[in-house]
């Protein structure tokens, strides 16, 4: 029996096979090959497939975001067939006797290897495209659909680290939990698997390598613990934990159909966050009043290409209409810091953090901007749909923000599509400036939704991804309290509700801090919906105080 130790960020028990995750075309095996031939065949089939792909991205892409979006992926049709790329695998499959994806993984290293120390920075940029290009040659040999698991039965996913775009791309339903090398609290990743109810442990280090593939193991997403082969002792103790969770579950269901209300009257809008339509369903299961926080840039993240007006729009329509007329609020687009999508083509920055990121990449790409509010406002129509910007500083953006709606909705009317009119508009306080704007950016809309694990990052100048700063990253911190005092106090003195999207929202310790503050809304992951109704219906509404 072995132990290793991680952090739990996701709870509950699981138990199941471990699976490796490997990221395509990072483990190509050099094998020894007697029909060349039949290999430069698989070569220019996977060729061909790759450009018809790529075609279709850039014309997606063009619709979507103009042409210059879609360059990139012209570009990378171009490069499938480069001639210097395509001799060097040729000559290395014949000189070497090797399989076509060996050859094609070395033509790939070796070009941007050389690319990358051009002395040139445009075309040492070039090399991760070469990279990139190789990846998808790859795939298409492999038959490697980006993000598929070749399992039979669900497994706990092990793997160095998980970037949201890669967690978004697999199949959930093989995926019993996450357990990665790295990662921190706050990640995204952790976060997605916290809003998909699967355990996930992080920050295991390099004692979980890859030799533990297919071992037998229990996961603990509570106590960070992960048992390989345990003894029997030991699996009648994690068997034990499961059940208990399992009962526990089932206790709570009583709470469905509940009001959420304190015991001495303050009512609590208890709503949940999803980064898609799928997760409805968890929403609905758990009995979640309306959706806080709707994360729409995981649509981006989980596609390959810009999702075009109509694809988003059925995305927001499906949710506005289960919800029925409950309140569901979409983030306009955040995409910038741990979420990246290849085909923005965005610059490396130094600190992307505090990058061109979330409403900063809107106002600078319009275009992008505005597909996605004509497809925001169209799905008004069929539900209660409110609109929330993230990462406002100032009062400008949310100016801008505002034209841009009213030209959007002037659009539609002419057009004759339907929409809400008085659709709601909201921001998220996540900065120390929008904090101290409150009172100005209250009277420019109809709530604000505080980001605590962005407002903790940035009042505490503090990496929310980096685990050794986990002592640093305090969100209990007086400062961060007290932003959220002076959030609220500002909302309400304009006449607007405020309330918690981040993750902060669902530590059951601050619920009277939270109360006695006046939040009015507290959106948690689905999952999270009935343990804190539980705690909800037990308190009172303390008077509020913080404590250095
Ligand atoms: C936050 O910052 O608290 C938040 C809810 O947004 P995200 O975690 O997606 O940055
Ligand atoms: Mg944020």
Redo the contacts with the bound molecule.
Sequence with gaps: MITLQGKGVSKGVERGRLYFFQRAGAAVEKKSVADIEKEKERVAKAQQKSVEQLEILAEKCREDAGDDAALLFETHAMFVEDEDYVDRMMEMMEKEQCNAEYAVFCAGEEMSAVMEASGDAYISERAADIRDVTRRLLNNLMGIEEGGMDVEEPVILAADDLAPSETLQMDKSKILGFITQKGSD?S?TA?LARTMGIPAICAVGDKLTACYAGTEAFMDGETGEIILDADRETAERMEQKRRKQKEDRELLQALKGQEDVTLDGRHVKLYC?IGSPDDIDMVLANDGQGIG?F?S?FLYLASDHYPSEEEQFQAYKAVASAMGGKRVII?TL?IG?D?KVDYFQLEEEENPAMGLR?IRICLEREEIFRTQLRALYRASAYGKVAIMF??ITSVWEVEECRKLCDEVMAELLAEGIPFQKDTELGI?I?TPAAVWMAEELAKLVDFF?????????YMLACD?QANHLERFFDAHHPAVLRALKMTADAAHKAGIWMG?????AADLSLLPTFLAMGVDEL?VSPALVLPLRAAIRSCRAETFSVTP
């Design positions: 706050n995204h976060i966050n926080l994360r840039e983030r955040d810091a979420k979330a993230p990462m998220m996540e939704s505080v980001g605590t694990n962005d407002l903790t990052q929310r918690i999207c981040g993750e902060l959106s």
